[in-house]
């Protein structure tokens, strides 16, 4: 199996040690195991604002919010790539219109997680996504892998969530995202591009096969 990176070597920001000390009594050991680290877990979006009671007062585990938090940091990369790329202004054609339709539902997911999480919420990591939002070969290919990343990273996560109705609105979630990743790999179209259903079931990832993903984007910075 390969070998997990180091935690510093994805939180060069902060964000998840953040989370530890926000979560009093987990140590970081506890987090690794209960966050399971890729959770990559989609919380959120503007339909469910609402449906998940803040954390302060919902009674929710540590574990759940270690994973919220967690999906938190993911949410801020892909709702920032987004942004980004509609803001250059680069793209065109069906890669534009996905771009800002995605972009407003990371804006959803991060406001949602954010909203849910109050003062327990982690900071938002810097990010540098270099040409990836304004080449459009480029653009759409890294799209793919945050969607494909996404879906299969909370596939492989969803048994760690404890709460109920924090499982109920990720799993309200997680077609949307699919839904995200089918789109891009459509609009890609054929030839190396994988088909937008290429199977009749899908297994999740292993934290070291996200960790692995998400490190290797090198969007995160100091």
Sequence with gaps: MTELPALEALDVDGAIGEAVENTEGTTRGDFLRRAGLGAGTIVGGSALLGALPAVASAGISKGDIAILNYALTLEYLESA??????????????TAKFARVVAAHERAHVAFLKGSLGRKAVAKPRFDFRDTTTDQAKFQATARTLEDTGVAAYLGQVGNIRNKAVLKAAGSVLPVE????????DIIGSGDSPSPAPAAFQ??????????AVKATGFIVK
């Design 81 to 94: 790539f987004y942004a980004e790329a509609v803001s250059k202004g680069k793209l065109s054609g069906e």
């Design 178 to 185: 699919a839904r995200h990743a089918a789109w891009i790999r």
């Design 203 to 212: 297994g999740g990832r292993t934290k070291a096969q996200i960790l692995a």
